[in-house]
């Protein structure tokens, strides 16, 4: 059965990188059939997509986000991992991690989710 | 950048129906945008209602459906239950950007 779990800090201090892995069971990360991707909910806020990828293919990031973000893929343990440097309050969030996928009908964005991993970026 | 504005909230009373909507601060959203709509619950993860506009997943009920409504996507929901009591988001895809819609809270009263 296909499922996503979220790991990281807890807590990181400002100025410092947020370090989010995900790890996926069920299906292959480098599937040709799937995108993955990240996305993040401040407190008390809206949802806000971080970025996604392909496997062998484009990387695509939030453009408020992409001079600080990198993500990558750790096929041998089935996971993929998320980095922001230079953390700051405003990173501050539970961060997801999802699965995305194109069909005959289109695009499916995020239609499996894990249950999140809540960093606080606080000195 | 592009900002999606949905309705901040809505309120519906049992067995009535509702729609929301998602719209960019310019242009329309049209097909060719894959609007994709979540349902989020106090202290979880989202789930995926709606995808590429009007497709329901496996696990949505019927009582929820997609469309276009003029120049915005739309989420309506017929026959409403307590427990559709919720923040929804959309989704646009914007050639490998994705925008969330700043979310509408729904309260079944």
């Known amino acids: 059965q296909l499922h996503l779990q979220e790991s990281g800090p807890g807590l990181v201090k400002p100025s410092e990188t947020l370090s989010l892995t995900c790890t996926v069971s069920?299906?292959?990360?480098?599937?040709?059939?799937?995108?993955w991707g990240w996305i993040r909910q401040a407190p008390g806020r809206g949802l806000e997509w971080v970025g996604s990828f392909f496997y062998g293919g484009d990387t695509s990031f939030n453009p408020s986000l992409r001079s600080r973000a990198t993500i990558s893929v750790d096929t041998s343990k089935n996971q993929f991992s998320l980095k922001l440097s230079s953390g700051t309050a405003a990173d501050t969030a539970v961060y997801y991690c999802a699965r995305s996928y194109y069909d005959s009908t289109g695009y499916t964005f995020f239609d499996l989710w894990g249950q999140g991993t809540r960093v606080t970026v606080s000195s | 950048q592009t900002v999606v504005t949905q309705e901040p909230s809505l309120t519906v009373s049992p067995g009535g129906t509702v729609t929301l909507t998602c719209g960019p601060n310019?242009?329309?959203?049209?097909?060719?945008?894959?609007p994709n709509w979540f349902q989020q619950k106090p202290g979880q993860a989202p789930r995926a209602l709606i995808y590429?506009?009007?497709h329901r997943h496996s696990w949505t009920p019927a009582r929820f459906s997609g469309s276009l409504l003029g120049d915005k996507a739309a989420l309506t929901l017929s026959g409403v239950q307590p427990e559709d009591e919720a923040d929804y988001y959309c989704l646009v895809y914007y050639g490998g950007a994705y925008v969330f819609g700043t979310g509408t809270k729904v309260t079944v009263l």
């Open positions: 069920g299906v292959s990360v480098s599937s040709d059939s799937y995108y």
């Open positions: 590429s506009t009007s």
């Open positions: 310019s242009g329309a959203v049209t097909s060719g945008h894959y």
